[in-house]
């Protein structure tokens, strides 16, 4: 009976999308690039390289360049009319507020108003006045006070000799 050996296979979407760490030595083949890895069972699949699969051949020669063909006459003729103008964009965002400035000087204070007329005072009955209180305790008398100096007596009526020395 004959021996079937399979690699591990998958689209490289695939392989990138899931991102398996191989076993040492487990081959994996991108279905849909032909290209292999072989794992060595610690480095995640994005991070392996590209195994090289055979001997590459040898580059063949580069062929000639042709010629280049000869510029065709520019047309003569009226210009066509001007399309529409587009739809216009989508308002950006509203930038960066920028600093306050510097407050202005206070304006003159305004002439008062003329003040307003008095109501009219309201009409009604006073009501009844209330009864007197009661008249407190007297209270106690203060201490006299000391008399005072008695002062000269009044001349009137008094008779005073005047004696005077004519010489």
């Known amino acids: 009976m004959p021996l079937l050996i399979q690699l591990r296979r998958g689209a490289a979407a ?3 999308s899931v991102n ?3 076993a040492a030595g487990e081959q994996a083949f991108e279905t849909d690039t032909g290209k292999m890895k072989i794992g060595d069972g ?4 994005t991070s392996l390289n590209y195994t090289d699969v055979g001997v590459a051949g ?3 020669v580069t062929g000639v360049t042709g010629v280049t063909g000869v510029t065709g006459v520019t047309g003569a003729g009226v210009t066509g009319v001007t399309g529409v103008t587009g739809v216009t964009g ?3 965002p509203t930038g960066i507020s920028g600093v306050t400035g510097v ?5 003159v204070t305004g002439v008062t108003g003329v003040t307003g ?4 005072t309201g009409a009604g009955v006073t009501g009844v006045t209330g009864v007197t209180g009661v008249t407190g305790v007297t209270g106690v008398t203060g201490v006299t006070g000391v008399t005072g100096v008695t ?3 009044p001349s009137v009526g008094k008779i005073v000799a005047i004696a005077s020395v004519f010489g």
Do not use: H, K, Q, S
């Open 90 to 92: 989508v308002t950006g």
């Open 151 to 153: 002062g000269p007596e």
């Open 14 to 16: 695939l392989w990138t």
């Open 103 to 107: 407050t202005g000087i206070t304006g």
């Open 58 to 60: 040898a580059t063949g």
């Open 42 to 45: 610690t480095t995640a699949w």
């Open 20 to 22: 398996p760490t191989l």
């Open 117 to 120: 007329i008095t109501g009219v």
